[in-house]
């Protein structure tokens, strides 16, 4: 059974730092693509950044470049979201996703995480 375990998710300031987990079991890790994505109310859930467990490559939509950072650990199975600067349209449920398929688009992705809710107040 795949799981995705997403954790770190809170309310902060603007300006403030967040670091979301994404643990993941039931998949072949280092095969995968890990991504994040995020849905605030109202809007269409949209891709955040993904990272390829083979190889490291990411890729991040251009409202976070510069603030966020994923990284893996690969040991452990688990992606990690480094948020900072936070700002409050960075306000969103967050879902790690996994998927065989290199890209961050929503249809490349076949198991998603319950999510874990972000607040970023002004």
């Known amino acids: 059974e795949v799981q995705l375990v997403e954790s770190g998710g809170g309310a902060v300031q603007t300006g403030g730092s967040l670091r979301l987990s994404c643990a993941a079991s039931?998949?072949?890790?280092?095969?995968?693509?890990i991504g994040w994505f995020r849905q605030a109310p109202g809007k269409e859930r949209e891709g955040v950044s993904c990272?390829?467990?083979?190889?490291?490559?990411?890729l991040y939509t251009d409202s976070v470049k510069g603030r966020f950072t994923i990284s893996s650990d690969n040991d452990k199975s688990t992606v990690y979201l480094q948020m900072n600067s936070l700002k409050p349209e960075d306000t969103a449920v967050y879902y790690c996703?996994?998927?065989?398929?290199?890209?961050?688009?929503?249809?490349?992705?076949?198991?998603w995480g319950q999510g874990t809710q972000v607040t970023v107040s002004s």
């Open positions: 996703a996994a998927g065989s398929a290199w890209g961050c688009s929503l249809h490349e992705y076949d198991y």
């Open positions: 039931g998949i072949t890790f280092d095969d995968s693509s």
């Open positions: 990272i390829s467990s083979s190889d490291g490559t990411t």
